[in-house]
């Protein structure tokens, strides 16, 4: 059984005259100890899937569909405070930007001590022993110097090595990290993505790890997920995906990731952007910009469907007449 | 970012804040140094613009006498021969140029010299000291009134902006701050004391003389004659500490690290009071200490209405009979209680928010 199980989630933001729907009919998955890499254009709904497995969907934006389980228990119904127990002891999160994650009126070791104890029993000097071997773990150097430091006289890099501690506080079974390395130095970024793939191997924690960066996924996940205006349009081993993606879409993608060694041919852009919510076309959303759109792309939706051993991709090339949708 | 800039943009709309720009402006420059050198940088050039600021309020007290009216006329009578006005001149120094009068006058305002008063031929600074007490205690009590009230006010409706009591609570305050105080306070006189005779309407009660001070918070009298005038000189600043509240308790819901903090599965109580209440309250700390200064200056209108007997009805009188040595000591006085309170409120700042430090590194670095 898979540790979390997406099904068909839909989120909704109502909006003046229409209501957008950011995420549609979503489903994924992710076993113990696996990483799924996220990826997609910006505004493709990675964030706000996480923000909906996790509980955190800004009112007046609402889960308006779907189905979410942590192993085996449904969470997305739950109450404001059975959530908030999910948050942090089960689903650990590694937000953006280091900088703006970390209150900074509070030392680090505040920071942590008040997560410990929001999840455990312990006692306030127990918790501080076990931050200190949190910092210690996601490599702070000295920790019981850094302890009572406040996050603004951390780098960037340790910061987000503090935000990691806070993810992993209640030692959760999956952490979320939302674009952990974007707002770092590149040279930090591999250190981070290390540190990341350090845990999972340790702990067993599965990983959501949403970027935009293709070559992260390659050196991370086992499986990925391409997202699209709000839809998953392809899903399936890493390896599989980068050699042979099936869908034009992903086929743009790797196409525009620029390749060590093969410096031959120009790097492809996809033509034209990615809808904005309120101008989703109907039929398959990527039809304006596909080269092999036909004439049923513009009016079927195509459906995630199952093609080779373990990928799935949404496209009307892929479909043999048999939609049942 | 966490731009100390952002946190100047204070609403203060008062006629002290010319002094509070003054005194403010190029806080947020410095060079990158060790905490401790840049602190002490930091208070040395603060203190530094505090006395340009008062110089500058010297120089207009002392202009006062240059150009409203002749003392000399204003201490002697009709029948004073011109000999004798002449030999007045002299002995005041009044003949003397205008720079040594001008320094003459900052070193006697140094130690707290300011004259005899024209209309009660008693000295100035005894006058006022015997007033500040009553304007005091009328101040500090306003400003714990609009604070004990403004911050849990502010709080909850910023927390629970769409419920009734919020849309309530925010329409009261819009009338609290667009009424003009004196309406406020014969309104207030209007209800509790002519209406419902439960307070008295003006005075300060009983007062307790300890010697270098009068007090009214040891009798019930004066207790409840404090009432009144503190709430109708203390509504303003309630009304501007609620919004400020407010609008920082919504700005700082907003952050990644309250949307962090609650992805950590802090529970609410946690996030809302600890983390997002912190955060907001740093600018107030800023705002209610300014308005302090402001407070104190404006408690001549509620002093009037109250017929209060602090420094501002004596100001406000001295104004009727020309009594310029009066005007001169408390415009300098209220001015230097400004600068001072401003003083610590930065240095308070400096210290309480570690950002501080770092928001200057980052403004050099970027
Ligand atoms: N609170 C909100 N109200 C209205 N619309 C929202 C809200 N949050 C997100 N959206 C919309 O949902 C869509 C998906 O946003 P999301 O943040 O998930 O994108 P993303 O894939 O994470 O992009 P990025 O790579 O830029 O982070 C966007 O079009 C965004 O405008
Ligand atoms: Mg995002």
Redesign the pocket.
Known sequence: MALLQVDRLRVE?P?RQRT?V??DDVSLSIDAGEVLGVV????????????AIIGL??PP?RIAGGEIRFAGRRIDCLPDDAKRHIRGREIGSVF?DPLTSLNPLFTVGQQLVETILAHSDRTAADARRHALRLLEEVGIPAPAQRIDAYPHEFSGGMRQRVVIALAICAAPRLIIA??PTTALDVSIQSQIIALLKRLCREHGTAIML?T?DMGVIAETADRVAV?YA?RIVEVGPVRQILRSPNHPYTQGLMESIPRLGSDSAPLAQIDGAMP??HEIPVGCAFHPRCPDASERCRETRPALRMVADSASVACLLFDDGCADD | MFSTRRRLRLPVPTGTSCLIVAVTAGRVTGPRETRTTTMLAFILKRLAQSLLVMFFVALIAFLMFQFIGDPVHQMVGIETTLEEREELRETLGLNDPVLVQFGRFVSAATTFDFGISYQHKKPVADMILSRMPATLELSILSALFALAFGVPIGVYTGLHRNTWLSHVLMTVSLIGVSLPTFLIGILLIFVFAVILGWLPSFGRGDVVDLGWWSTGLLTTTGLKALILPSITLGLFQMTLIMRLVRSEMLEVLRTDYIKFARARGLPDRVIHFRHALKNALVPVITVTGLQLGSIIAFAIITETVFQWPGMGLLFLQSIQTVDIPIMSAYLILIAFIVVAINLVVDILYYVIDPRLRSARNAEARS
Do not use: C, P
Request: proline share 0%; no cysteine; net charge negative.
């Open positions: 933001f909006a957008l950011a995420v997609g254009e910006s505004g493709a709904g990675k964030s706000v899937t996480g923000a969907i800004e934006g953006q939302d674009e949403i935009h997202m709000g904005r919510l």
